[in-house]
């Protein structure tokens, strides 16, 4: 009886777990094997214009089982990343690797590459403006090149929103599209080559600058018809804002008759330990489907020609054009970036709006505005260093504040000697190599006490740019405010929103660019740059001089 008991048990049991039949002695079952660790999912490094194609990651994880993870980079930053690397990365994904292959450096990084989608360059010009210049029968259209360009730029016809020529490839491109064109070559061109007048007509037109296309767009928008009438950008962008509904006139996109550039965007094998993921994620985006997609979601050219013809109807048939080849000489790349920074550009002036409360002596934080002002002002001498430090005719005041702003100090960065022709990267002159010592030496002296009047510290600020402006017109004006706390000292943000409406347009027109940095009130700072026409950067999670960096590209 208890045999027949425990044999009963034993079935049950087995019903239980497997449904078994069988003696439990003969019932030992093979165990299920765990299934294999995921791979890590894939790093792309990519250029900020490229957040658009973002929902690719759920399309991709699904079509290859490839789990991408986007980063967003600006492309000299991102380039200088991959060229020491230090970019943490598996993939890059740029719109154009010709500045990172010019490097021999550069090339050994890359282990694989292959082309995505296309985007020419193109100058969208409002309508008015082009029937102003007679641009706008399509003949006439055809013909305009990059001197027409600069032309109408220096007789004030022409005047153009453009991402920055010292961090952007668009910039970039279009700069070396007016070398090119001056210079009457397409093929070996080198530094001694550049026009130098040249430059200086295309950038009287240059009214707008920025280092995000998103943000461009946003204040194209705003001021179209105001103060700009023109916007120099890939073609899907400006494809892009003529389908918003938000422009006050459409666009229409000119392609420079010697040749543009057009961004190919490579997809960079960084890693070779991840080739086989690479290979999968490169076949599923050349594939029909997710070209098709690229195509009518982001305004990119597909490489597939026979996708081509299926979105003919939502890209320009005729905009191909002659392709501006991409000069090796790296020469040329490094001086004209220099020169552009330091020579002809519409030099900056700015006012530095600086928390020195109380507060800042916690965690480190004194130490790391210290840190971000030295890497403005001299002691990096990387790629990005170079971009970001202060430029030859700069002029910059320092407004430290806590219960209230007080000893405000001027600095000027001299005028370096031009080269006689062409470009090239020049060492700094002594006199230049003095006022950066200066400003180190104002930033070791900053001392922390006190409460944070930050909202009087940028209404006084933007009334002694205001001020400057009125005596000196030729320079881009900035207010660059860092606060580690909220605001409660002097006026409250509502009291400086009505202060500031009374200002005159002079000073309205001034950008306020805001550091979010520690206990600071994002809210109310996010406001503020609402008010003030500027943007917020936040420095909680990224070093604070990676963030002064970031900033110089919009001054």
């Avoid at 490094?45 to 789990?67: C, F, S, W």
């Avoid at 994904?93 to 010019?102: D, I, Q, R, T």
């Avoid at 080849?325 to 030099?347: C, V």
């Avoid at 005719?393 to 219960?403: A, C, I, T």
Wanted: charged share 25%; glycine share 8%; net charge neutral.
């Amino acid at each position: 009886m208890r045999l027949a008991l425990r044999v009963s048990l034993v079935a049950l049991l087995c019903m239980a777990l497997a449904g078994c039949d069988r003696p439990a002695a003969d019932t030992a079952a093979t165990p299920t094997p765990p299934p294999p660790p995921a791979a890590p999912a894939l790093q792309v490094l990519a250029t900020t214009d490229l957040r658009d194609i973002e929902p690719l990651q759920q399309m991709v994880l699904k079509a290859t089982g490839v789990n991408l993870q986007f980063r967003f980079g600006g492309t000299m930053e991102s380039t200088e990343a991959v060229l020491n690397g230090q970019s943490g990365a598996d993939l890059a994904w740029f719109a154009n690797a010709k500045y990172l292959l010019s490097d021999a450096q550069g090339q050994s990084r890359v282990k694989l590459q292959e082309k995505i989608m296309l985007s020419p360059i193109a100058l969208g010009l409002s309508e008015s403006a082009a029937r102003q210049l007679g641009w706008d029968r399509p003949e006439r259209a055809a013909k305009v090149t990059w001197k027409d360009i600069a032309a109408a730029a220096k007789a004030g016809k022409l005047s153009y929103a453009l991402s920055n020529p010292a961090t952007s490839n668009q910039g970039f491109m279009a700069l070396l599209g007016v070398v090119a064109s001056a210079a009457q070559k397409t093929d070996g061109l080198g530094a001694a080559d550049v026009d130098r007048g040249a430059i200086a007509a295309f950038l009287k037109g240059y009214r707008l600058p920025g280092d995000n296309s998103t943000y461009l767009s946003e204040k194209f928008i705003e001021r179209q018809g105001i103060d700009v009438n023109a916007f120099i950008n890939y073609e899907s962008w400006l494809l892009g804002l003529n389908q918003s509904g938000k422009l006050r006139e459409k666009l229409l996109l000119v392609y420079p008759h010697e040749g543009v550039s057009t961004a190919d965007y490579p997809l960079l094998l960084l890693n070779d330990a991840r080739r086989d993921d690479y290979l999968k994620v490169v076949a599923y985006l050349k594939g029909e489907a997710a070209q098709t997609w690229l195509a009518r979601q982001t305004l990119r050219r597909p490489v597939l020609p026979e996708v081509a013809a299926q979105v003919a109807d939502i890209l320009p048939r005729d905009a191909m054009r002659i392709e501006l080849p991409f000069s090796p000489d790296r020469a040329l790349a490094d001086g004209l970036i220099d020169a552009y920074l330091n020579e002809f550009r519409r030099p900056i002036a700015s006012t530095f709006v600086l928390d020195t409360s109380g507060s800042m002596e916690r965690d480190g934080r004194q130490q790391q505005l210290i840190q971000a002002l030295d890497y403005i002002a001299g002691v990096d001498r990387s790629l990005t260093g170079r971009i970001a430090r202060l430029t030859n005719r700069e002029r910059l005041w320092m407004q430290p504040f806590s219960d209230n702003p007080y000893d405000l100090q001027r600095f000027e960065i001299p005028a370096g000697a031009p080269a006689a022709r062409g470009v090239q990267v020049i060492e700094d002159s002594e006199a230049k190599q003095k006022a950066l010592a200066q400003v180190r030496a104002f930033a070791a002296g900053l001392n922390m006490r006190g409460g944070t009047a930050l909202f009087d510290a940028v209404l006084k600020s933007l009334k002694n740019m205001a001020d400057e402006k009125q005596r000196n017109p030729g320079y881009q004006y900035s207010v660059v405010a860092f606060t580690d706390g909220e605001n409660n000292k002097g006026r409250t943000f509502e009291k400086f929103r009505r202060d500031y409406e009374q200002l005159p347009e002079d000073a309205r027109s001034i950008p306020v660019f805001m550091v979010l940095f520690g206990d600071a009130n994002e809210k109310q700072l996010r406001e503020l740059v609402k008010v003030t026409g500027g943007r917020l950067f936040d420095a909680r999670k990224t070093p604070l001089y990676g963030v002064f960096k970031d900033i110089r590209a919009y001054q």
